[in-house]
């Protein structure tokens, strides 16, 4: 972060100190610096974001400094808090620091003390700029699985542990953050999910959290369409959402051959991608629910100059039940890697252990 782009606010009653301290700072290259001169003040300007905060201890009301450092500790900001004082006494000194302020220097120390609060907010940047937010980091691992349930496959942006804009890739995230002009010193940035590449996964064999299915709607024996097909896509979506999650790919064989898509665009009216995942959405939405939709992403990837589709499925906390093609209700879960259909007294007894088990959670 160069300095210019440092976002400051400066709160501060003595004017003439003031004036004094926006030239030291304009001196040293600052341009974004916002003033207050009372702690209400101070407070209402924190809905903006600042990346430092310059503030005196004693102001209309004792203790001023303490104010807006807990202000900024109960609004989870990401902002460094610098105490500058002429009150230097070591028990504000020390009780700052336990309420977490960067640093704590005296107007009234030795040689030039507008030298040293410029370092103080040098050394803050640098230390962010190489450490990240802390805060922002522990608010996502605390909240992964969550985040996982409502931004799986995509990047956020958190800034005070708040999830403030996503993308499908960081390039496109950025450019968000650009156009919002939000400050990346106070920004965390993440991929929630890990979406492994389809090249890579082909190379495993089927298990419980991966099957392989050639097409979703062509018959390759009778070389035609065959709707039924998709039910057996459609069953091994289901038994994901029941079990552990996992993904299923569609355009490769059970033996890891490359089948592509290419027969099952062909009897698409548009023949695009974009329509085979809508018809993808569409049959889940149909079938299981469209309440499901947030736990499923579909991707595509072309291999070998053929396109195969992964569809990453994750568990769901809510019992997936799938109507199958005579429009009977059905319940699949993974057996090692097959989906297996539930009778009804299986089917009665998980259900009972996934409500025990939502209970317990």
């Known amino acids: 972060m160069q300095?210019?782009?440092?976002?400051?606010?400066?709160?501060?009653?003595?004017?003439?100190?003031?004036?004094?301290?926006?030239?030291?700072?304009?001196?040293?290259?600052?341009?974004?610096?916002?003033?207050?001169?009372?702690?209400?003040?101070?407070?209402?300007?924190?809905?903006?974001?600042?990346?430092?905060?310059?503030?005196?201890?004693?102001?209309?009301?004792?203790?001023?400094?303490?104010?807006?450092?807990?202000?900024?500790?109960?609004?989870?900001?990401s902002s460094v808090v610098i105490i500058l004082t002429a009150n230097d006494n070591v028990v504000d000194c020390r009780n700052a620091f336990k309420l977490?302020?960067?640093?704590?220097?005296?107007?009234?120390?030795?040689?030039?003390?507008?030298?040293?609060?410029?370092?103080?907010?040098?050394?803050?940047?640098?230390?962010?700029?190489?450490?990240?937010?802390?805060?922002n980091e522990q608010w996502i691992t605390e909240n992964l699985e969550i985040l996982e349930k409502d931004?799986?496959?995509?990047?956020?942006?958190?800034?005070?542990?708040?999830?403030?804009?996503?993308?499908?890739?960081?390039?496109?995230?950025?450019?968000?953050?650009?156009?919002?002009?939000?400050?990346?010193?106070?920004t965390t940035i993440r991929k929630i999910g890990d979406?492994?590449?389809?090249?890579?996964?082909?190379?495993?064999?089927?298990?419980?959290?991966?099957?392989?299915?050639?097409?979703?709607?062509w018959d390759v024996r009778q070389n035609r369409k065959n709707e039924d097909l998709k039910f057996s896509v459609l069953k091994t979506i289901a038994a994901f959402l029941n079990s552990e999650g996992g993904t299923l790919i569609i355009?490769?064989?059970?033996?890891?051959?490359?089948?592509?898509?290419?027969?099952?665009?062909?009897?698409?009216?548009?023949g695009s991608l974009d329509q085979f995942e809508q018809t993808i959405v569409h049959l889940i939405c149909t079938y299981i629910g469209a309440g499901f939709m947030s736990l499923v992403t579909v991707r595509f990837e072309t291999i070998d100059s053929k396109t195969v589709c992964a569809i990453d499925v994750r568990k769901s906390d809510i019992i997936a039940v799938m109507q199958g093609k005579d429009k009977k209700s059905e319940l699949y879960i993974r057996a090692g890697n097959t989906s297996k259909s539930l009778d009804i007294s299986a089917t009665v007894e998980f259900c009972l252990n996934q409500n025990k088990n939502n209970i317990k959670s």
């Open 3 to 77: 300095t210019k782009n440092i976002h400051l606010l400066l709160v501060e009653d003595n004017s003439g100190y003031l004036t004094q301290l926006i030239e030291w700072l304009n001196d040293y290259g600052y341009r974004q610096i916002q003033t207050a001169s009372s702690v209400v003040e101070a407070t209402e300007k924190l809905c903006d974001p600042f990346d430092v905060i310059i503030a005196d201890m004693r102001m209309e009301q004792d203790n001023s400094g303490f104010v807006i450092l807990e202000e900024v500790k109960a609004r989870n900001l």
């Open 100 to 135: 977490q302020a960067w640093d704590y220097i005296s107007k009234t120390m030795r040689g030039n003390v507008f030298d040293a609060l410029h370092d103080s907010i040098q050394e803050a940047i640098t230390y962010f700029n190489r450490w990240g937010n802390v805060h």
């Open 151 to 186: 931004y799986w496959g995509k990047y956020i942006a958190v800034i005070n542990k708040t999830v403030i804009e996503t993308a499908d890739n960081e390039d496109t995230l950025n450019a968000l953050l650009e156009e919002r002009k939000l400050r990346r010193f106070l």
């Open 195 to 217: 979406l492994q590449p389809i090249s890579q996964l082909i190379k495993l064999p089927e298990s419980p959290k991966l099957e392989y299915k050639s097409t979703l709607q």
């Open 251 to 270: 355009g490769v064989e059970d033996d890891g051959n490359i089948f592509g898509l290419e027969q099952d665009l062909v009897i698409l009216s548009k």
